[in-house]
C-alpha cells in the first residue's frame, strides 16, 4: 500500500528556512503528482504547492509564492518543500499528499513552527 | 479564488442517525468536488471524489451528491468511528481550496 512520511519539521527563527522532505513507498511515484497541504493549529487544511509527475508544472498558493519552492526525485522517490522567509504564519503540521484526482493518500504530518 | 463554506459548523447526533452535511462553493465547481473526514491527530483520508465517486475503502454508508454549487455528503447511519470532522475541497480552479469544515460529533 502506497505511504508517504514527512520529515524535516521543527523551531525555527522568523525569517529562517527549513526544508521538509517526503518519502514515498509502495507505488510508482514518478507517475503521480503531487502537493503539500499545511493545516495550522485549530484551523482548516490549505493547500500551499503542487507538482506534476515530471516537474514539468509546478503552483503555489499566494500565501507562499516567492519563498517556498517544492521539488521532486523521482529516482529517489522523495518531495521536497524548501521554505525560506519563514514567518509567525507558516506555523503548520505539513503535510505531502499523492495528488490521484484528488488526495488519495497523506503523510503522517511533519511540524512546524516559526517563533523567536 | 473559489472560496467553499460548510454547514452546519458543528452537527450533534447520536449513533445509528443519518448525517446530512452541505458544502457551497462560491462559483461552479462542475463535479470537482471531494469530502475528507479527519479524526484528532490524523490526517484527512479521503471519503468521496468527483461528488460522488466512493474512495478505496470508504463505506458504503457514505454517499455524496450534487453538483456546480450545492453537494451533500450523507452518512446513513453513524457508527462510533465517524464522530470526526468533514471537509470539502474543489479541484475546479487554482487555487485548491478547502472548506472549513463540519465537526460531527456525539449528542
Known amino acids: 500500500e502506497a505511504q508517504l512520511v514527512e520529515s524535516g519539521g521543527g523551531l525555527v527563527q522568523p525569517g529562517g528556512s527549513l526544508r521538509l522532505s517526503c518519502a514515498a513507498s509502495?507505488?510508482?511515484?514518478?507517475?503521480?503528482?503531487m502537493v503539500w497541504v499545511r493545516q495550522t493549529p485549530g484551523k482548516g487544511l490549505e493547500w500551499i504547492s503542487y507538482?506534476?509527475?515530471?516537474?514539468?508544472?509546478?503552483f503555489y498558493a499566494d500565501s507562499v509564492k516567492g519563498r517556498f519552492t517544492i521539488s521532486r526525485d523521482n529516482a529517489k522517490n522523495s518531495l521536497f518543500l524548501q521554505m525560506n522567509s519563514l514567518r509567525a504564519e507558516d506555523t503548520a503540521v505539513y503535510y505531502c499528499?499523492?495528488?490521484?484526482?484528488?488526495?488519495?493518500?497523506w503523510g503522517q504530518g511533519t511540524l512546524v513552527t516559526v517563533s523567536s | 479564488e473559489i472560496v467553499l463554506t460548510q454547514s452546519p459548523a458543528t452537527l450533534s447526533l447520536s449513533p445509528g442517525e443519518r448525517a446530512t452535511l452541505s458544502c457551497r462553493a462560491s462559483?461552479?465547481?462542475?463535479?470537482?468536488l471531494a469530502w475528507y473526514q479527519q479524526k484528532p491527530g490524523q490526517a484527512p483520508r479521503l471519503l468521496i471524489y468527483?461528488?460522488?465517486n466512493r474512495a478505496t475503502g470508504s463505506p458504503a454508508r457514505f454517499s455524496g451528491s450534487g453538483s456546480g454549487t450545492d453537494f451533500t455528503l450523507t452518512i446513513s447511519s453513524l457508527e462510533p468511528e465517524d464522530f470526526a470532522v468533514y471537509y470539502c475541497?474543489?479541484?475546479?480552479?487554482?487555487?485548491?481550496?478547502f472548506g472549513p469544515g463540519t465537526k460531527v460529533d456525539i449528542k
Open positions: 499528499a499523492r495528488r490521484y484526482y484528488d488526495f488519495d493518500y
Open positions: 509502495g507505488f510508482a511515484f514518478s507517475n503521480y503528482s
Open positions: 507538482i506534476s509527475s515530471s516537474s514539468a508544472t509546478i
Open positions: 462559483q461552479s465547481v462542475g463535479k470537482y
Open positions: 468527483n461528488a460522488s
Open positions: 475541497q474543489q479541484r475546479s480552479n487554482w487555487p485548491l481550496t
